[in-house]
Every structure is written in structure tokens, then in C-alpha cells.
């Protein structure tokens, strides 16, 4: 149903690498997407994947400061400079290195960066960007009509897919494993079931709404798209909600009183009215469908 769909998505869906040396020492890589919305760069994608970026800066700047003010310390009473360390402790999962692949090798970097956390949408432009032959840019939804529950969506990301880093302590540099890329891109369909409705908008104030569809999204899904079997683009994939079904069954090797809370796993992501109004506020320039 969606294989069409899927060639024309895979197109503008983009990996968010994110590669972390911590001060223990310890290396990861966190996966992400994002949607290029047009050849001059433009993306659009979740504001808590933006929001990533900024903790490790925070992170990075406190573990420096507190490195410089320990060297500072200098030869001071040794009881008066453990009361001064003790103020001065740094969180091994502070970073001392970490970088952000945008699925282009050189120089880009994330600039002009628009935030709507109320609806956990970001857009920004990245610099350095150079748009492939022959690539296509999204349709997005044209949000007036045509939103009918029961509609077969498909959201796509990076989830279960593992990257260990490498780094470079002399250059300074994180290197991806060969086999670890590209990462795979992985579909998941659901039908769409609702609208949330945080804030319905008005005077001139953007609407605040969420699509929801019947499968969750998963982890390295954030900021991928949500995309209708003409590969049209409906939302930008958010987050997962877990309903509470209300019957809790006991398990078969469970301990006494032991109950099973039973959950139906959802996925949200940004409405089309919102997701297009955000667009349209920041400038960018992207296309809407016919229906």
C-alpha cells in the first residue's frame, strides 16, 4: 500500500546523527529525522530533537567552566579546596566532545532555527546543505479539508538501529562505522484516529494541534514524517501517548496481587493546520497539495 508512497518519502527524510564522548569517557550516538522541505535547505522536524542539541551546548559549557575553575584552585589549604571541589563536581554524562550529522558528510550546520515548542515542531535551515540530483522536496497537506479519520497514514525514521561512534581525541573528530551507514529507514503504518486540540488558535495565534494514528511512533522516528499513500506529508512525527485500557490481567508467573496494566501505544504528531501555519509564519517556502 505504501511502497510508492515510501519511495517519494525516503527522498526527503534525513538522519539527525547525534555523536556523544561523555567525561567518563563513555561513546554513543542517538538517532533522529528530519523532513527537507526545500532545495535551499530548509528542514522542518520535532522541537525536543532541536532541543537535544541545546542541552548538550548547556552541558558541554558547564563541564568546561567547572574544569577551568578547578584548575583554578591552585595551592589552597587541602580542607578549604574539598569544600571548593565539592561545589565543583562534574556529571560524568556531561559531555566532552559531541557533534550532529545532518546525512551530509562536510561542513553543515543548523542556522536560523524557528521554534514552536507548544507543538514540538522546529524549522531551520541548514548551512552548508547541497541538494542531490534528481531529489524530491514533500507535499504537505493542504489542511482545509479531506482530514478523515480511518485514512491510512505511514510515518518513517531510524528506530532499531544501533551506532556506536568513533572519535579522533588528536583531530578532535567523530567517525561513523562504515557499516553502520547509511542508517535504515523503517516504516510503520497506523490509520488516523483523531485530533487533539490543545489551543484551537485565534487572533492571529497559530492553532496548537496534534494528528493521532494507531500505531506508536518509535524511538528515531522524532521529527520524521507522517505521509498519506500519495506520499503526501500530514505531520511531523512527536511522540508516543500510552491510553490506560482499564483491565489489568494477572500474569501466569506472577506474585501475588501482581497485575499486568494493559496500554494501547499511539502515535501524535503535529496537525497540518499547525504543521503549514508554522511553515508560512517562518518564510519557508514548501508546497501544498491539491486535496
Given at each position: 500500500?505504501?511502497?510508492?508512497?515510501y519511495k517519494i518519502a525516503r527522498d526527503?527524510?534525513?538522519?539527525?546523527?547525534?555523536?556523544?564522548?561523555?567525561?567518563?569517557?563513555?561513546?554513543?550516538?542517538?538517532?533522529?529525522?528530519?523532513?527537507?522541505?526545500?532545495?535551499?535547505?530548509?528542514?522542518?522536524?520535532?522541537?525536543?530533537?532541536?532541543?537535544?542539541?541545546?542541552?548538550?551546548?548547556?552541558?558541554?559549557?558547564?563541564?568546561?567552566?567547572?574544569?577551568?575553575?578547578?584548575?583554578?584552585?591552585?595551592?589552597?589549604?587541602?580542607?578549604?579546596?574539598?569544600?571548593?571541589?565539592?561545589?565543583?563536581?562534574?556529571?560524568?554524562?556531561?559531555?566532552?566532545?559531541?557533534?550532529?550529522?545532518?546525512?551530509?558528510?562536510?561542513?553543515?550546520?543548523?542556522?536560523?532555527?524557528?521554534?514552536?515548542?507548544?507543538?514540538?515542531?522546529?524549522?531551520?535551515?541548514?548551512?552548508?546543505?547541497?541538494?542531490?540530483?534528481?531529489?524530491?522536496?514533500?507535499?504537505?497537506?493542504?489542511?482545509?479539508?479531506?482530514?478523515?479519520?480511518?485514512?491510512?497514514?505511514?510515518?518513517?525514521?531510524?528506530?532499531?538501529?544501533?551506532?556506536?561512534?568513533?572519535?579522533?581525541?588528536?583531530?578532535?573528530?567523530?567517525?561513523?562505522?562504515?557499516?553502520?551507514?547509511?542508517?535504515?529507514?523503517?516504516?510503520?503504518?497506523?490509520?488516523?484516529?483523531?485530533?487533539?486540540?490543545?489551543?484551537?488558535?485565534?487572533?492571529?495565534?497559530?492553532?496548537?494541534?496534534?494528528?493521532?494514528?494507531?500505531?506508536?511512533?518509535?524511538?528515531?522516528?522524532?521529527?520524521?514524517?507522517?505521509?498519506?499513500?500519495?506520499?503526501?506529508?500530514?505531520?511531523?512525527?512527536?511522540?508516543?501517548?500510552?491510553?490506560?485500557?482499564?483491565?489489568?490481567?494477572?500474569?501466569?508467573?506472577?506474585?501475588?496481587?501482581?497485575?499486568?496494566?494493559?496500554?494501547?501505544?499511539?502515535?501524535?504528531?503535529?496537525?497540518?493546520?499547525t504543521l503549514t501555519g508554522f511553515l508560512?509564519?517562518?518564510?519557508?517556502?514548501?508546497?501544498?497539495?491539491?486535496?
Amino acid at each position: 500500500m505504501f511502497a510508492d508512497a515510501y519511495k517519494i518519502a525516503r527522498d526527503f527524510t534525513a538522519p539527525l546523527v547525534t555523536s556523544v564522548l561523555r567525561h567518563d569517557g563513555s561513546l554513543s550516538a542517538t538517532l533522529a529525522a528530519f523532513v527537507v522541505v526545500n532545495p535551499d535547505g530548509w528542514i522542518v522536524t520535532a522541537n525536543h530533537v532541536v532541543n537535544g542539541l541545546a542541552s548538550l551546548i548547556a552541558a558541554k559549557k558547564a563541564r568546561d567552566e567547572r574544569l577551568a575553575a578547578l584548575s583554578e584552585l591552585g595551592d589552597i589549604p587541602n580542607k578549604l579546596r574539598k569544600k571548593r571541589e565539592r561545589k565543583l563536581v562534574i556529571d560524568p554524562e556531561w559531555p566532552e566532545d559531541w557533534s550532529a550529522w545532518w546525512g551530509r558528510d562536510g561542513a553543515v550546520q543548523l542556522m536560523d532555527v524557528y521554534q514552536f515548542p507548544a507543538a514540538d515542531l522546529a524549522v531551520g535551515r541548514l548551512d552548508g546543505f547541497t541538494t542531490q540530483a534528481g531529489q524530491q522536496y514533500p507535499v504537505f497537506k493542504e489542511p482545509s479539508s479531506g482530514i478523515d479519520p480511518g485514512t491510512s497514514l505511514c510515518r518513517l525514521g531510524y528506530p532499531l538501529h544501533a551506532m556506536t561512534p568513533e572519535y579522533d581525541a588528536a583531530a578532535g573528530r567523530f567517525t561513523l562505522p562504515e557499516n553502520q551507514t547509511p542508517p535504515p529507514l523503517f516504516p510503520i503504518e497506523g490509520i488516523y484516529t483523531r485530533s487533539l486540540v490543545a489551543d484551537p488558535g485565534g487572533d492571529d495565534r497559530l492553532p496548537i494541534m496534534f494528528l493521532e494514528t494507531s500505531s506508536p511512533g518509535l524511538m528515531g522516528q522524532s521529527g520524521g514524517p507522517i505521509f498519506d499513500t500519495a506520499g503526501t506529508v500530514w505531520a511531523i512525527q512527536s511522540g508516543t501517548i500510552h491510553h490506560e485500557l482499564g483491565f489489568q490481567p494477572k500474569p501466569r508467573a506472577g506474585k501475588k496481587g501482581e497485575v499486568a496494566h494493559q496500554f494501547l501505544n499511539v502515535g501524535i504528531g503535529a496537525h497540518p493546520a499547525t504543521l503549514t501555519g508554522f511553515l508560512s509564519q517562518c518564510g519557508v517556502d514548501f508546497q501544498t497539495s491539491d486535496y
